[in-house]
């Protein structure tokens, strides 16, 4: 692998980095968001993700 020399960087100057965000914002949720119930019971809930997660 090569190493690339910056040659307009001064002697001891830290290497600058760029801030590429490439993750998108997400979106703001109401302060009154409230779950909507999916029938489940919280003992089936934890069952399905006890399977999921191994």
Do not use: F
């Amino acid at each position: 692998m090569k190493n690339i020399i910056n040659r307009n960087s001064m002697a001891g100057e830290q290497p600058r980095h760029i801030k590429n965000s490439t993750t998108p914002a997400l979106p703001k949720t109401k302060k009154a968001w409230q779950p909507e119930p999916c029938g489940l019971s919280r003992e089936e809930l934890r069952k399905i993700v006890a399977d999921q997660l191994g």
